[in-house]
């Protein structure tokens, strides 16, 4: 049975740092691209950051642009995404993906697999 699990959410302070794990099981993540997106309340999913198998590239939302971090450790079947200087607009349910081959990272009709989510709120 494939599955992507999401680790790490919680309640966090504005300027502070959450890192978010998505383990892989019946599922090799080294062999594929992964990405990250959110969806708040009302609002459409949104890219967040991606990480091509090889990890020489990466891709992040205009809103997490310097901040957040994306890497992968094969050895561990697992994805992270590390968030620092969180805002309240980054207040979302956070998914881990597994992406379909191609270059487009940023849509979510790209991914085959999806994680059941995490929780993440930023208070003020």
């Known amino acids: 049975q494939v599955q992507l699990v999401e680790s790490g959410g919680g309640l966090v302070q504005a300027g502070g740092s959450l890192r978010l794990s998505c383990a892989g099981s019946?599922?090799?993540?080294?062999?594929?691209?992964m990405g990250w997106f959110r969806q708040a309340p009302g609002k459409e999913r949104e890219f967040v950051a991606a990480i091509r198998r090889s990890a020489d590239i990466t891709v992040y939302g205009d809103s997490v642009k310097g901040r957040f971090t994306i890497s992968r450790d094969s050895a561990k079947n697992t994805v992270y995404l590390q968030m620092n200087s969180l805002k309240p607009e980054d207040t979302a349910v956070y998914y881990c993906?597994?992406?379909?081959?191609?270059?487009?990272?940023?849509?979510?009709?790209?991914?085959?697999?999806w994680g059941q989510g995490t929780q993440v709120t930023v208070s003020s």
């Open positions: 019946g599922l090799t993540l080294s062999n594929y691209a």
């Open positions: 993906a597994a992406k379909y081959p191609g270059n487009s990272y940023s849509q979510t009709q790209a991914y085959a697999y």
